[in-house]
């Protein structure tokens, strides 16, 4: 069964600071992986996704991610965070073989954005 | 821009009686989930629905749960008789491309049992 880890439960990042959450994925077969973030009382958007190609991917409000099958990870990093990044940050894993068993979901990591 | 709204964004009820959650997905999607976020804890897959039938389900998606399209438009979660540990937020997301492209989610509904 395919499983996702984000180790870290909360991360605290001076504002103007690089950021860097872990993502981890158990998966059999080659793995789609998204990153949705959270922001109080929203709902989650899509930061950026990787199916297959570039294992560096760009996505929105400056975030990129990185695939590394070697390691088994997906980690969404940022060069300089905005008090506005501070959310609820997701990392997801889908089944390449279709959409119909939706995605699983870390437990997700508080960011904090400290001025 | 498209986007998936769900109502109520918080209905509080007692226990044993029956909810019904709406989301209107964005239009010219195909494939429709439920996902619940019970607080503090993760996002978990409940059901996808294609070609108005349910596709999956997880084991959360028990015989107290139904979902229905019942006009072309809304995408409705019921569950018929609540419990305490239903409480949660309730997330509708749709997505158009074989389903595994992006999924759009709604603002969610927070479900309250007491």
């Known amino acids: 069964a395919q499983s996702v880890t984000q180790p870290d439960i909360h991360i605290t990042v001076s504002e103007g600071a690089s950021l860097e959450l872990r993502c981890n994925y158990s998966?059999?077969?080659?793995?789609?992986l998204f990153w949705y973030v959270q922001s109080p009382g929203q709902g989650l958007q899509l930061l950026l996704k990787?199916?297959?190609?570039?294992?560096l991917v760009q996505g929105i409000k400056g975030f990129e991610a990185e695939f590394k099958r070697s390691q088994s990870s997906f980690n969404l990093r940022k060069p300089s965070v905005h008090w506005s990044d501070a959310a609820e940050y997701f990392c997801?894993?889908?089944?390449?073989?279709?959409?119909?068993?939706?995605?699983?979901f870390g437990k997700g990591t508080h960011l904090i954005i400290q001025p | 821009e498209p986007e998936v709204t769900q109502t109520p964004s918080h209905q509080v009820t007692q226990m044993g009686q029956e909810v019904i959650l709406r989301c209107v997905p964005i239009?010219?999607?195909?494939?429709f989930y439920w996902y619940r976020q019970i607080l503090g804890q993760k996002v978990e897959f409940l059901v996808s629905?294609?070609?108005?039938?349910?596709?999956?389900k997880s084991e959360i998606f028990d015989d107290q749960f139904s979902v229905e399209r019942p006009d072309g438009s809304n995408f409705t979660l019921k569950i018929r008789s609540t419990k305490l540990e239903d409480s949660a937020m309730y997330f509708c997301?749709?997505?158009?491309?074989?389903?595994?492209?992006?999924?759009?989610f709604g603002e969610g509904s927070r479900l309250t049992v007491l």
């Open positions: 998966y059999g077969a080659t793995p789609y």
């Open positions: 997801a894993v889908g089944d390449s073989g279709g959409g119909a068993d939706g995605l699983t």
């Open positions: 997301a749709s997505s158009g491309i074989g389903g595994i492209g992006e999924l759009f």
């Open positions: 239009s010219n999607h195909l494939y």
């Open positions: 629905f294609y070609n108005n039938e349910i596709s999956e």
């Open positions: 990787y199916f297959s190609g570039d294992t």
